[in-house]
Each structure stands twice: as C-alpha cells, then as structure tokens.
Nanobody, 122 residues
Framework: QVQLVESGGGLVQAGGSLRLSCAAS????????MGWFRQVPGKEREFVAR????????YHADSVKGRFTISRDNAKKMVYLQMNSLKPEDTAVYFC???????????????WGQGTQVTVSS
C-alpha cells in the first residue's frame, strides 16, 4: 500500500546538523499526512513533526521547534527532516510515518518505515 524508507541517520557531535530523508512509494494518495517520530529504549514513541502532501501544513513538537524543520517534495515523494543544533537528548531511532489524518498519536498512523538511528555525542 505505502512503503516508507528512511535514510540519513548517523553519529554527530552536539550542536551539529543532520538531514533525514523518507522515500515514499505505493498508494501515497491514500495517506495525506506524513510524520516523523522518534523512540528510545524503554520509552514510548514520540511525535516530532508532521506535514501534508496537498498543502503546506507543517507542525513541529515544542521540543524541536526552532531546531528541526520538516519539508517535502511531492514530485519525488520525499519527506525530509532537517535537524540543527542537535543535543544528546535527540538521540533516538527516528521513524517516518504516513496516515490519513492530522495527528500526533502514533497509533493513528497507518504505515511506518524501519527507522534510522541518530546518535548525538557530547
């Protein structure tokens, strides 16, 4: 239906930058909204940002607002997460998600990528 593949994760120093990419394929028209989430061991998946395909409705979690920026390229079916001023607490597995509604709740998204590890060292 919808396949999502994340890339761009890696190890960076605190204060550095990293750009994550999410390549979408399949029936992407059925999922109007794309989101980024992150998760660390022992904690629930956390909302990071979301954006819609048909318009310009970006929304960022307070914890990353001003540092992270979500964007998309409809022609390429790509969603990006530009991460600046990275902190050690940003360390997590970052997941790309697709769904039909605007939400910050992981369970309300329909499709997920495998995730990409982001590690920020002090």
């Amino acid at each position: 239906q919808v396949q999502l593949v994340e890339s761009g994760g890696g190890l960076v120093q605190a204060g550095g930058s990293l750009r994550l990419s999410c390549a979408a394929s399949g029936r992407t028209f059925s999922s109007a909204f794309m989101g980024w989430f992150r998760q660390v061991p022992g904690k629930e998946r956390e909302f990071v940002a979301r954006i819609n395909w048909s318009g310009f409705w970006p929304y960022h979690a307070d914890s990353v607002k001003g540092r992270f920026t979500i964007s998309r390229d409809n022609a390429k079916k790509m969603v990006y997460l530009q991460m600046n001023s990275l902190k050690p607490e940003d360390t997590a597995v970052y997941f790309c998600a697709a769904g039909s509604v605007a939400t910050v709740v992981p369970a309300q998204y329909d499709f997920w990528g495998q995730g990409t590890q982001v590690t920020v060292s002090s």
